[in-house]
C-alpha cells in the first residue's frame, strides 16, 4: 500500500470536491490553483460559494474568519468541504461569528 503525503492528498480531495460540484450540482467550478484561498469558487445561477475544503473538517479559527470575511465581500456564500466517516463529501456552510477574545478556540471543526 502506497502511503500518500498531506499536500497530495489535499489536491486529491479538492479534485474530487471539484467534480462532485460541477457533476452532481452544475455548478461552474474554479479550483484554485497553488494554495490560494478559498480552494474552490463554485458559481450556480443563484449563488457563489467559495469552498475551503478540509478532508477531516478540522480549520483554524483564522481560516474559518478570513472565509466568512471574503465571502461577505464578494457576497458569496462560505463553506468547509469535508469527508465523512463513510467517505462522503460534506458541505457545510460557515457561520462564523467573532468570540470574545478570552475564550481559547485554537480550532474549529466542520463536523456537527
Same mark, same amino acid.
Given at each position: 500500500?502506497?502511503?500518500?503525503?498531506?499536500?497530495?492528498?489535499?489536491?486529491?480531495?479538492?479534485?474530487?470536491?471539484?467534480?462532485? &460540484?460541477?457533476?452532481?450540482?452544475?455548478?461552474?467550478?474554479?479550483?484554485?490553483?497553488?494554495?490560494?484561498?478559498?480552494? +474552490? +469558487?463554485?458559481?450556480?445561477?443563484?449563488? +457563489?460559494?467559495?469552498?475551503?475544503?478540509?478532508?477531516?473538517?478540522?480549520i483554524k479559527a483564522s481560516e474559518l474568519?478570513?472565509?466568512?470575511? &471574503?465571502?461577505k465581500e464578494y457576497w458569496a456564500l462560505?463553506?468547509?468541504?469535508? &469527508?465523512?466517516?463513510?467517505?462522503?463529501?460534506?458541505?457545510?456552510?460557515?457561520?462564523? $461569528?467573532?468570540?470574545?477574545?478570552?475564550?481559547?478556540? $485554537?480550532?474549529?471543526?466542520?463536523?456537527?
Open positions: 500500500m502506497r502511503l500518500k503525503n498531506p499536500k497530495r492528498k489535499g489536491i486529491e480531495f479538492e479534485r474530487r470536491v471539484r467534480r462532485y &460540484l460541477q457533476e452532481y450540482l452544475g455548478a461552474f467550478v474554479v479550483r484554485q490553483p497553488c494554495s490560494a484561498f478559498p480552494d +474552490i +469558487i463554485a458559481i450556480f445561477p443563484d449563488a +457563489i460559494y467559495f469552498v475551503e475544503c478540509k478532508v477531516n473538517g478540522y474568519k478570513r472565509l466568512s470575511d &471574503l465571502a462560505p463553506f468547509i468541504a469535508y &469527508l465523512n466517516k463513510d467517505n462522503n463529501i460534506v458541505l457545510q456552510e460557515v457561520d462564523y $461569528e467573532e468570540k470574545d477574545p478570552t475564550e481559547r478556540e $485554537e480550532t474549529r471543526t466542520a463536523k456537527a
